[in-house]
């Protein structure tokens, strides 16, 4: 695809023009603007000139050949995105850690694993942690009000939701594909234990009595084993998910679901403005048809109707 | 899909090499440009996280200077005064300009000027200056369209500005593509003569650097046509599903925008198989929520629309029908939750199932909405009608049968005037007497026409201004071809009608398209087929037409078409160019 470049030409005119105008004073370009927060003034012949000084400069002086161009500080809830997508990525270094633990502690290995197992635990627990911490924080990043500010809010806020629940669903992948195959490991281990333990014990079959109540504890010994172990795993997945459920239940109001209309730019740009009119549209017509609504006129008139009948009840009393 | 992703790649490029948090600044049509081919979600990972209009952006006052502005802007005037003041007083830190199209010296002289505070880092041209809606198929949504229509005598600035737009639109294009084209234009066709000559003036000219490209053994083929040529297909009710849509509904960018249907009387009976299915499979409660609001229809998001958006109706209804079903299938598994396991797979794939149901919903809301129409409307008996009138023979019986449609109440106002300009464009020369009987009953008939409109689309589009053999019976070939076919009998009533436009690119394939009627620019020549081909309709295109080159460009046969208009036109679109220009042409001749 072709494309042309201007700003040869652009910067050309610029400085040319520039030269024009210089001897002209240009003070009054500081202190038109109402910015946001605290600002810094930089006092600079151009954006170009790689000489720049920040030294501040005051109104009275005489600004000569150089305009001052104020750059304003980014409003405060930047920095707690910032600081959400420093957690996200952190979260995902962690991420990779975990997949080498995973696969570390699925290797045949002479220990027991314990260490490993912690390890996994550990991390898996920083993990979820960053991300539910990251989870509430963006649930600050949320504005009232219909400004442009807010709607930079809200599409960062939408940017980091769509990024943590990606990260939630890995997550939750890694683990049961972990577990998942932990559990067939175990098995092929306890099915080995199962098959090698009835080969020895199947010479001494005739001998009912205490060796076979033996070999029946020490199978009902592994079976209490191998269910507690199971339990732990399923509460563990229980747990999983029920945290994973509660963050994707948060977001899911935040991320965009692809491929429909809210997905479309032009769709947003117009939404922001007309909302706002169909609701109060909505509210209008709900108060106008509360007010001539058929109830109300109903319950009126059965309301004077009552009136009406008790003062004939009375008056019937006082002349009969 | 070439043209899809040129847009794509361009936008890619303005957004990548820009760090920090960004705002995009559209104006009102490079918004359909991006929004089309890009989507929110994607904009949000390149951290663009506001999108703005540059009409609404000088009103607010605070200031952003932590956000970097990119402008995507055409070039005009309007847009350039707009630039100047905001960039003179600059709202954010640093301004990306990107123009659509060629700027002129004296544009990027006034912009220089206004500079004064130098936030302006970049200034390039990003050739997107069209609507690339499916992957061969692009249009310029212009708002003005009926000007083609009108004399150069009547309102010569008018003619120069829609022929200037369309000659851009037309540049751009060539300009993605990377190539410089062999142009040709249709012979009785003063616009496209226009358009084709100042185009060629363009490209070998003017710009000649720019668009010194490097040649290919056979350069391809502009070929610059006229609507007006065939002026029955934008007539036609469709029975394809895209094409359907846009004539009963209507469909903007790809968009559909379900509140405009919503006024239906509720006590209309509704014939449609798939009302069943909506009641009982429960967890479509979303259909109601989908009829006050917009949806999407784009191949390139929507697997079933992609597999379906040529399909004709009774097609549609049973892939729906088959989609409703897997999807009930899914649902019922999702409540079977026993154990742990299936309560992790339930939130696995919750997103996935998320989706779908959306997608189903969508697609049922549409074709029950349609359902209705075609109902409300007897769109089938008319429809039939309209393609005898298209595509068969037979004077009277033809007469017979409008004049029968004219006499039923139930018709609507715009079904009937379709009817009687079919059969006016067809029997034009037959029988004047009949033909001024209908003329009055619609008149009589119609209190809201227009009278003279169709004398006026004669004017337009009459037998002596068509180029093309649009009923197939100018040479003994075609009148051979036709009764053959008419022997053959037809698979689909509805849907018997081809599109003039598929001959013309028979034509092309075979390099058998006539010097005479399409002729070319200046001293032009191809020895010959060409392998890649863009035809340009001026006065707008149809999905009609659309479909028929997605189905020539299937069939491989060694070239690619590339359809592209100054509209996407429906009947009611076609139809009210068309008084459009009947009511300037009247003022025009008032004050001559």
Request: proline fraction near 3%.
């Amino acid at each position: 695809m072709a494309t042309r470049n201007r700003t040869l030409l652009f910067r050309k005119y610029r400085n040319s023009l520039r030269s024009v105008r210089a001897p002209l004073s240009s003070s009054s370009l500081t202190g038109t603007r109402s910015g946001v927060g605290p600002v810094i003034e930089m006092a600079s012949t151009s954006l170009l000139n790689p000489n720049r000084s920040y030294a501040p400069v005051s109104t009275t002086e005489d600004p000569g050949n150089s305009s001052a161009i104020t750059v304003g500080l980014p409003p405060a809830w930047v920095d707690v995105s910032e600081e959400i997508s420093v957690n996200i990525q952190r979260a995902r270094t962690k991420m990779a850690e975990l997949g080498k633990a995973h696969a570390k502690a699925l290797m045949p290995s002479f220990g027991d694993g314990k260490e490993d197992q912690h390890n996994i635990e550990s991390l898996t627990q920083e993990i979820t942690f960053l991300l539910k911490k990251s989870e509430k924080q963006l649930q600050r990043l949320s504005a009232a009000g219909p400004s442009e500010d807010s709607n930079v809010r809200k599409n960062v806020q939408r940017s980091l939701a769509t990024d943590l629940q990606l990260l939630s669903m890995e997550l939750r992948k890694k683990q049961s594909t972990y577990l998942k195959r932990l559990r067939q490991q175990k098995e092929d281990g306890v099915d080995l234990e199962m098959n090698l333990s009835r080969n020895r014990y199947r010479p001494d079959e005739d001998d009912f009595g205490d060796m076979l109540n033996e070999n029946q504890m020490s199978k009902i010994k592994k079976s209490e084993e191998v269910s507690v172990e199971r339990e732990k795993e399923i509460q563990q997945v229980v747990e999983s998910v029920n945290d994973l459920a509660q963050i994707m239940k948060d977001l899911s109001t935040l991320v965009i679901d692809q491929g429909t209309i809210v997905d479309r730019i032009d769709y947003n740009i117009e939404n922001v403005g007309t909302t706002v009119e169909d609701g109060l549209k909505q509210l209008q017509k709900a108060e106008r048809t509360q007010r001539h609504g058929g109830m109300v006129k109903c319950a009126s008139v059965l309301v004077i109707l009552c009136f009406i009948m008790l003062l004939l009840l009375i008056l019937k009393e006082i002349f009969v | 899909m070439v043209l899809v992703t040129s847009v794509r790649d361009y936008i890619n490029r303005m957004l990548q090499d820009i760090s920090g948090m960004k705002v995009l600044i559209l104006d009102s049509e490079t918004v359909s440009n991006v929004s089309i081919v890009y989507s929110q979600s994607e904009l949000l990972q390149k951290e663009v996280f506001l999108v703005e209009m540059i009409d609404s952006i000088s009103v607010s006052k605070e200031s952003m200077s932590h956000l970097k502005a990119v402008y995507f802007i055409r070039p005009t005037s309007e847009n350039i005064q707009k630039l100047r003041y905001q960039l003179a007083h600059p709202r954010f830190g640093e301004y990306h300009l990107f123009f659509s199209n060629l700027l002129k010296d004296t544009q990027i002289h006034i912009l220089a000027d206004s500079d004064e505070q130098e936030v302006v880092q970049q200034v390039q041209e990003y050739y997107a200056d069209f609507v690339a809606g499916d992957p061969y198929h692009f249009t310029l949504n212009m708002a003005s369209n009926h000007l083609y229509m009108i004399p150069a005598v009547v309102d010569p600035s008018g003619l120069q500005r829609f022929s200037d737009r369309v000659v851009d639109g037309i540049a751009a294009v060539f300009l993605a593509l990377k190539r410089r084209p062999v142009i040709r234009y249709q012979r009785t066709s003063d616009t496209a003569k226009r358009i084709a000559q100042e185009t060629a003036k363009l490209m070998y000219q003017h710009e000649s650097a720019l668009f010194d490209f490097r040649r290919t053994e056979s350069s391809p083929l502009l070929l610059v046509i006229d609507r007006r040529d065939d002026p029955v297909t934008p007539l036609l009710n469709q029975w394809t599903y895209q094409a359907m849509v846009h004539e009963l509904i209507g469909l903007q960018d790809n968009k559909v925008d379900l509140k405009a249907i919503g006024s239906l009387p509720k006590d209309q009976q509704v014939v449609s198989f798939l009302q069943c299915h909506v009641l009982l499979v429960g967890n479509l409660y979303l259909i109601h929520l989908f009829s006050w609001q917009e949806v999407v229809l784009s191949s390139e998001q929507d697997a079933f629309f992609k597999s379906n958006m040529y399909e004709n109706f009774g097609d549609i209804g049973m892939n729906i029908k088959r989609m409703v079903d897997d999807f009930q299938q899914v649902a019922k598994s999702n409540q079977n939750i026993q154990t742990v396991e299936d309560m992790a797979r339930f939130v696995d794939n919750y997103p996935e199932y998320k989706k779908m149901q959306g997608n189903v919903s969508k697609h049922v809301t549409l074709v029950t909405e349609m359902s209705k129409l075609v109902e409300a409307r007897k769109l089938m008996m008319v429809s039939q009608t309209e393609q005898d009138l298209a595509c068969n023979g037979g004077q009277g019986a033809a007469y017979e049968a409008v004049t029968n449609l004219l006499n039923n109440e139930s018709v609507s106002d715009i079904d009937r005037l379709r009817l009687v300009m079919l059969y006016a464009l067809r029997y034009e020369k037959e029988n004047p007497v009949q033909l001024m009987q209908l003329f009055n009953k619609l008149a009589s008939r119609s209190p809201k026409y227009k009278p003279g409109l169709v004398q006026f689309l004669l004017k337009q589009a009459g037998v002596e201004k068509r180029t093309g053999d649009l009923f197939g019976n100018r040479d003994l070939l075609n009148i051979a071809r036709n009764m053959a076919r008419g022997l053959k009998g037809v698979e689909n009533v509805y849907t018997q009608h081809q599109p003039l436009l598929f001959q013309t690119m028979e034509s092309i394939t075979r390099g058998r398209l006539r010097d005479v009627d399409y002729p070319f620019v200046g001293d032009h020549f191809q020895q010959g087929r060409p392998q890649e081909v863009v035809i340009f309709m001026v006065g707008g295109t149809t999905y009609e037409e659309s479909r028929s080159v997605a189905l020539q460009n299937a069939t491989n046969s060694g070239i690619r078409f590339i359809l592209g208009g100054s509209a996407v036109l429906n009947s009611k679109r076609f139809l009210k160019d068309l008084e459009e220009a009947q009511r300037i042409s009247r003022s025009g001749s008032h004050m001559v």
